[in-house]
């Protein structure tokens, strides 16, 4: 494992300043058509390590991302969900797959390096690891790895939107053929698609959100959350 990076890019390609998480969550919208434009590589590489800094359960990560650029190959994924346009009209699409055995392998290198930085009790992290190989011994894996992966995909989303570009989450597509095309390992769970370039105008109008009272509430379910 690596480091927290020590520097991401503070600005959008046009030179903007990044946007702030608010209008991050507010601006952005799945995206239905892309235009042709690159996504430039440096920029690539800063929404994968904003990704890769996402939370997961005893740190585990059990995210991996295949970065699909190629025109040939992004068609080959097309074919694989379900010949939806944006998979072959967008730049850049990645692949989120979750590792459900790999994850337990590589346990012993995430306790041994907590401990390194201090993050854990060198002490007890025999202890973590047997508790946390317990839980996951009690969990569907399948289920396990897709609740982490989302959160790391939805962190890449925000992130991207923060640096301008526009994306378009898919859970349309065959994991057995995408595995197949791919050369994913058949332990792994395919996730999801994220679709990463410039949207194609026009820009998808806002279709609403139920208000708070409908879907928060105070200390029990069924009393609606009341904004003051």
């Not at 904003?50 to 995210?63: F, V």
């Not at 923060?162 to 095309?181: C, I, L, N, Q, R």
Request: charge should be neutral; include cysteine; proline fraction near 8%.
């Amino acid at each position: 494992m690596h480091n927290q990076p020590e520097k991401l890019l503070e600005v959008r390609p046009d030179g903007k300043p990044l946007k702030s998480f608010a209008r991050v969550v507010l601006d952005r919208r799945a995206t239905s058509h892309f235009a042709p434009d690159p996504v430039p590589r440096e920029y690539l590489d800063a929404i994968l390590e904003l990704a890769a800094q996402a939370p997961s359960g005893y740190n585990l990560q059990p995210w991996r991302f295949i970065v699909v650029q190629d025109d040939a190959n992004r068609k080959r994924l097309q074919k694989a969900a379900f010949n939806q346009p944006k998979v072959a009209e967008a730049p850049c699409v990645i692949i989120a797959i979750g590792m459900k055995e790999e994850v337990k392998a590589r346990a012993d290198e995430v306790f041994i390096e907590g401990a390194q930085r201090r993050s854990a009790d060198p002490e007890k992290i025999e202890a973590y690891q047997k508790q946390a190989m317990d839980f996951l011994s009690t969990m569907k894996m399948d289920v396990w790895v897709n609740r982490h992966v989302m959160i790391a995909l939805t962190t890449m989303m925000l992130a991207a939107e923060s640096y301008g570009f526009d994306t378009a989450p898919m859970e349309g597509f065959d994991p057995a053929a995408v595995k197949k095309e791919f050369g994913i390992p058949d332990e792994a769970e395919v996730v999801a698609l994220l679709a990463i370039g410039r949207m194609r105008e026009p820009e998808k109008p806002y279709p609403g959100r139920f208000e708070l009272a409908r879907i928060a509430f105070t200390e029990h379910y069924g009393r609606p959350w009341s904004q003051r």
